[in-house]
């Protein structure tokens, strides 16, 4: 009798709220994982466009996590891959067009890479990995978590190349662009890196961010 | 000699372990070894240690580079001056190159030595004499007007990514003193390339272009032979003099220290891709380059300073004797792909050398593989026989 009455576990218990801060640090999908990095190199020329990409990312992410949550014990597992196609591509397409209805401008400079978050390896990872064994609490959270530590290094890669590149400014999304190298810089003949703008700046900045991420913790050290 | 022995005896207790300025022992052990050749012996096996290390090879490659700093030198003081119209001394032009050129060198050699001891100190290992080459490599692939700002950043970034990310001197793919050019040239373009920065204070009136520019926009190199023999012409500080190059092929390649194989490749690859778009000339009709008679490729441009200390590093060049000819050969091929076909970089040795430097490893594993499938056959061959 008493195995029956479980335990309810609480909806922010210990296990949980691993769910969301895990993937800023030991599993973040981007610097630990390596995946996702194909949007990390495409749009984090700039600041707003990084954002919106991942506040995209989190959302595809957290919903889709629960739907497929949802769904799991009904999708037949030959099938599972295309169902999850199906929920990722219509949520991207929501995604596409509420952004190019709110933000147009930013869904032009985002162009392609929406419509590819479809193909963003942490979101079908996300979908395969947890949210198939998953229940729809656990999975919603794992997809914020996973959708945070995506937007957190995209985020800082778009900060650190947009502050170092040619304009030395920050256009951070509702406020405008934001001069972050003083002009007394420039006029004493500072140059912003033209590399900046460059794809090949991302992957040195992504290398550099898990080059700091393994020093500090010793788990992620290979040998 | 003795008094210098003196010193460091003095000061060696105070840095090996346990004293008070351990923090500071590569420093000391770079000093040490850079006055006295190391009296390091082998504990085991039968290994020979060669009195000629890394030290002393570096060396020679510095002493090399000699002829083509002098003349650097001297000929961005003559241009400086043949810009505003005057006509000054040898000594008048060599005393303003020299201000100007050794700011480059400072720079270089400080910031480079000062990262790697930094990386040495934090993972315990020695200073390595590596940077010894690149440090002189690198001011003598610039052009003459780089703000040492510059220099500095871009140094710090190849000292750094081209090679202590990879485990120090020996272990990188790609060489650091082209890496350094080649993060300046894209992250500073404006500084790296046009017509007005190779020339130190130019008059505005003056063109700056180089020949290679001037080739690329169709107008003819407008040098004579003599003159891209001796290269008084604008350019990189080091890389215009092809006879200033050349005694530091011949000390290299006398000494030993670079190999003879890599650099003729590197030179029948170039002129052999630029007779090869000799004859291609009529599939381009509106690139004139293409006429461009291919020896000439070779004496101007950073043609030959690339063929003689960029393509023979020992560290990113091939490593088996067959991957050598291949190794210098694709490098010479796409440098002058790269110089006639390609209007927007209109030098093409930097490219190629830091593409064959990433090839060079896959070349390695192909002469390897196929070497073991010949012995394989013949191995076959001789038992079938029995």
Request: net charge neutral; hydrophobic share 50%.
């Amino acid at each position: 009798m008493s195995q029956e009455i479980k335990e309810r576990e609480p909806m922010f218990s210990p296990k949980n709220m691993r769910l969301i801060t895990n993937p800023f640090n030991k599993e973040n999908p981007i610097t630990v994982q390596v995946l996702g990095i194909c949007s990390a190199l495409a749009v984090t020329v700039k600041f707003e466009p990084a954002f919106m990409m991942a506040l995209s990312v989190i959302a595809v992410a957290a919903i889709g996590n629960t739907i497929i949550s949802v769904l799991r014990n009904t999708i037949p597992s030959r099938i599972r891959i295309i169902v999850q196609l199906v929920v990722v591509a219509l949520l991207v397409i929501l995604v596409d067009q509420i952004l190019k209805a709110f933000s147009y401008d930013v869904s032009k400079q985002l162009s392609v890479f929406v419509g590819l978050i479809i193909t963003n390896c942490i979101l079908m990872g996300r979908y395969e990995a947890f949210a198939m064994q998953n229940k729809p609490w656990p999975s919603f959270l794992d997809g914020l978590g996973n959708g945070f530590g995506y937007g957190l290094i995209l985020l800082l890669v778009a900060a650190f190349r947009e502050i170092f590149s040619p304009s030395g400014s920050l256009t951070l999304p509702f406020f405008g662009t934001v001069k972050i190298v003083p002009q007394a810089f420039f006029d004493m003949g500072y140059v912003g890196n033209g590399m900046a703008i460059l794809p090949p700046m991302a992957l040195i900045s992504v290398a550099i961010i898990i080059w700091i991420q393994r020093s500090r913790n010793e788990d992620l050290q290979e040998n | 000699m003795k008094a210098i022995r003196n010193i460091l005896d003095s000061v060696k207790p105070h840095v090996q372990k346990g004293g008070k300025y351990h923090a500071f022992h590569s420093l000391f052990d770079a000093a040490e070894t850079f006055f006295f050749v190391p009296n390091h012996v082998t504990t085991k096996g039968s290994h020979i240690r060669d009195a000629v290390d890394m030290k002393r090879t570096m060396f020679i490659v510095v002493v090399s580079l000699i002829p083509a700093l002098l003349f650097g030198m001297w000929n961005v003081g003559n241009l400086h001056f043949k810009s505003l119209g005057e006509s000054v001394g040898l000594f008048d032009a060599f005393s303003y190159g020299f201000i100007k050129v050794l700011p480059l060198i400072i720079v270089s050699y400080v910031v480079g030595l000062g990262t790697e001891i930094i990386f040495a100190q934090k993972r315990g290992h020695e200073v390595n004499e590596g940077f010894f080459v690149s440090g002189m490599l690198i001011p003598l692939i610039l052009p003459v007007s780089t703000p040492l700002w510059m220099v500095a950043v871009a140094v710090i970034f190849a000292v750094i990514f081209g090679k202590e990310v990879f485990g120090g001197t020996g272990m990188n793919v790609v060489n650091p003193a082209l890496l350094t050019r080649a993060f300046l040239f894209f992250a500073y373009p404006q500084s790296m390339s046009g017509d007005a920065v190779w020339i130190s204070e130019k008059a505005d009136a003056y063109s700056g272009a180089t020949p290679l520019a001037e080739l690329a926009s169709n107008n003819g190199s407008g040098l004579s032979i003599t003159e891209m023999i001796i290269g008084n012409y604008p350019g990189s500080i080091g890389e215009s003099s092809f006879i200033a190059i050349m005694i530091g092929a011949a000390i290299l390649l006398y000494t030993g220290v670079a190999s003879w194989k890599l650099m003729l490749s590197f030179f029948a690859g170039g002129l052999a891709m630029g007779l090869l778009l000799n004859g291609m000339q009529d599939l381009f009709p509106h690139n004139n380059y293409l006429d461009f008679p291919a020896y000439q490729h070779l004496l101007i441009g950073g043609f030959a300073f690339g063929g003689v200390f960029m393509i023979t590093d020992p560290v990113t060049a091939a490593q088996t004797e067959t991957g050598k000819w291949i190794y210098g050969f694709l490098g010479g091929v796409i440098a002058i792909i790269v110089r006639v076909l390609n209007p927007a970089f209109p030098e093409g040795v930097m490219l190629s050398i830091l593409l064959v430097n990433v090839l060079s490893p896959l070349i390695d594993y192909f002469v390897v593989e196929n070497n073991i499938k010949r012995r394989m056959k013949r191995a076959k061959l001789s038992q079938a026989k029995i």
